[in-house]
């Protein structure tokens, strides 16, 4: 899913992002940025994002949800 953070602490790392399609509100799971890029979170940063088993974003990334494959000329013969 694709959405923006809404609001980030980055004492507590407690956060909110909001989904693209419906705006609907998510926590950031508490290991949300386990293993990602970031560092820390801005209000208006565009995201992906994943939901756990408790209806919390996690698995936080950059990029987009579309696989636009690797162009041709970065592919090896």
């Known amino acids: 899913?694709?959405?923006?953070?809404?609001a980030y602490d980055p004492v507590t790392r407690d956060g909110v992002v909001l989904r693209d399609t419906d705006l609907t509100e998510y926590d950031l799971a508490e290991n949300?940025?386990?293993?990602?890029?970031f560092r820390m979170l801005?209000?208006?940063?565009?995201?992906?994002?994943?939901?756990?088993?408790?209806?919390?974003?996690?698995a936080l990334r950059l990029g987009s949800e579309i696989d636009m494959g690797t162009p041709a000329w970065l592919e090896s013969d």
């Open 1 to 6: 899913m694709q959405g923006v953070i809404k």
């Open 32 to 37: 949300a940025l386990q293993g990602s890029v």
């Open 42 to 58: 801005r209000p208006g940063q565009r995201v992906i994002f994943d939901l756990d088993d408790a209806a919390q974003a996690t």
